[in-house]
C-alpha cells in the first residue's frame, strides 16, 4: 500500500517563504505523478501543482505559477513544494497526493492516495 506523509507547514508572514515535503511510502514511486492540492474551510479541493512520473513535466495553478515550484527527488521518494512570495490568500490545508499516468492536468478524482494534510497560515 502507498502512505502519503507531509510536512513543512506552518504560520508565516506575507511575502515569506515555506518548503513542504511529502514522503511517498510505497513501491515504484517514479512510477507515480504526484501532486498538491489544498483545501481550506467550507471549499472544494483545489489543484496546486503536480509533476510527471516520466519526463517531469509540471503544470501549475494560475493563482501560484511564478511563485511555487514543485520537484521530486526519486532516490529519497519525496516530492517538495517551493512555496516564495506567500500570500494571505494561500492559507489552508496543503494535501500531497500520488496517481499513476503521466498526466499533471488532472483534478484530484484522479488521484488514488492521499496525505493527511500540513496548515499553511499566512497573515498580512
Known amino acids: 500500500q502507498v502512505q502519503l506523509v507531509e510536512s513543512g507547514g506552518g504560520s508565516v508572514q506575507a511575502g515569506d517563504s515555506l518548503r513542504l515535503s511529502c514522503v511517498h511510502s510505497?513501491?515504484?514511486?517514479?512510477?507515480?505523478?504526484m501532486a498538491w492540492f489544498r483545501q481550506g474551510l467550507g471549499k472544494e479541493r483545489e489543484f496546486v501543482a503536480a509533476?510527471?512520473?516520466?519526463?517531469?513535466?509540471?503544470y501549475y495553478a494560475d493563482s501560484v505559477k511564478g511563485r511555487f515550484t514543485i520537484s521530486r527527488d526519486n532516490a529519497k521518494n519525496t516530492v517538495y513544494l517551493q512555496m516564495n512570495s506567500l500570500k494571505p490568500e494561500d492559507t489552508d490545508v496543503y494535501y500531497c497526493?500520488?496517481?499513476?499516468?503521466?498526466?499533471?492536468?488532472?483534478?484530484?478524482?484522479?488521484?488514488?492516495?492521499w496525505g493527511q494534510g500540513t496548515q499553511v497560515t499566512v497573515s498580512s
Open positions: 497526493a500520488a496517481k499513476r499516468g503521466a498526466s499533471v492536468t488532472d483534478g484530484p478524482a484522479s488521484y488514488d492516495y
Open positions: 509533476i510527471s512520473w516520466s519526463v517531469g513535466s509540471t
Open positions: 510505497g513501491r515504484a514511486f517514479s512510477a507515480y505523478t
